[in-house]
């Protein structure tokens, strides 16, 4: 995320919790994320509770930091990433979100521009590119947890903590969206559960690499999709719950091919009678250039590894 460094970028801070849809308040979170031109990085002056009277649209080339405080995005609209890039989420509480009926919202450029029906998600991506979301606590919202839909590519989804949500992470918009065929997203280091019961994630068309999770039980299943999906599960901790469903994957077949599906799994471990079942040629892989790389841990670590996913909490003593 080198772009949202560097030159012409604008430090703003929150200093004001409420909110405005179509005529925010400098000060504001709204504020920050749609009216300031250009890089922007939005720290918090304090702890803070925001309830967004409607959808937050986030500009591109722009980073909400809640290091250090503890800011709570809650009990009303969330977050919506609509056609842009360059963004950075991190540090934030987002739960009880939401479903919220036709209105209209300051979007970026200082555009108030009109919205159609928005489900309950925390975090939405519609159209979006290059985003990273890390270290944010998500957890019961209306409909998700995260979508990432309609064309969106090159997102990473990292150290966060999904947990007490029925559908947790959808990759791809619907069985006919044939432009999620280029979504490449990475899945890597988060904490799914408790009380999670689907998608961490469920995939239609594109490629997810999911990679060092732990995940703490599942009822209906933990990976699952459509449309012949690319899934590369790797050195990730999948603990079944004492009872029900053992099974990691899930498929539904819209095609009438399950093995032309690549669904596998490298140096995943298993615990609780876990198992994976794997289909198709173990042909799809992450393509990251050398800049993207990162290190894959042995699975046996993740307990550890896991442990600070989630909004961190950061003293004197803790530097985030």
């Known amino acids: 995320m080198t772009s949202n460094m560097g030159k012409g970028l604008t430090y ?16 504001t979170l709204r504020y920050g994320a749609a009216l300031i031109k250009g890089k922007v990085w939005i720290t918090f002056q304090r702890d803070m509770n925001i309830k967004l009277e409607k959808p937050l649209l986030i500009s591109s080339f722009t980073a909400i930091d809640g290091r250090g405080v503890n800011v709570h995005i809650a009990n009303n609209a969330c977050l919506l990433i609509f056609k842009a890039s ?44 290059k985003v990273w979301i890390d270290h944010n ?48 997203v990475t899945v890597m280091y988060n904490h799914f ?17 999911v990679v060092n999770n732990l995940y703490q039980g599942w009822t209906q299943y933990a990976i699952g999709g459509s449309m012949k999906p690319s899934v590369k599960s790797e050195a990730n901790l999948f603990i079944a719950n004492r009872s029900g469903n053992k099974e990691v994957t899930w498929r539904r077949d819209s095609v009438g091919d399950k093995n032309s ?9 298993f615990e609780n009678g876990a198992s994976f079942l794997q289909t198709g040629f173990q042909g799809a892989k992450p393509n990251y250039n ?5 290190q894959v841990i042995d699975a046996k670590y993740l307990r550890s590894l896991t442990r600070s996913a989630g909004a961190l909490r950061c003293t004197r003593k803790l530097r985030c």
């Open 86 to 129: 360059n963004i950075i989420i991190h540090g934030l509480q987002i739960h009880h979100c939401k479903s919220q009926g036709p209105s209209s919202v300051m979007g970026p450029d200082g555009k108030v521009i009109p919205l159609g029906q928005v489900d309950g998600d925390a975090i939405r991506l519609v159209t979006a590119s």
């Open 261 to 269: 599906w690549k669904f596998y799994s490298v140096r995943d471990v």
């Open 12 to 27: 703003y801070k929150v200093t004001d919790p409420s909110d405005n849809a179509v005529d925010p308040k400098p000060g």
């Open 290 to 294: 050398r800049q993207q790389n990162f």
């Open 193 to 209: 559960g408790p009380n999670c019961n689907q998608r961490m994630p469920r995939v239609r068309f594109g490629f997810a690499h």
């Open 137 to 184: 606590t998500l957890y019961q919202c209306q409909d998700g947890l995260l979508d990432v839909t309609r064309g969106s590519t090159d997102i990473t989804v990292s150290n966060n903590w999904f947990r007490d949500q029925d559908k947790v992470m959808l990759l791809g918009h619907d069985d006919g969206y044939l432009r999620d065929k280029n979504m490449r």
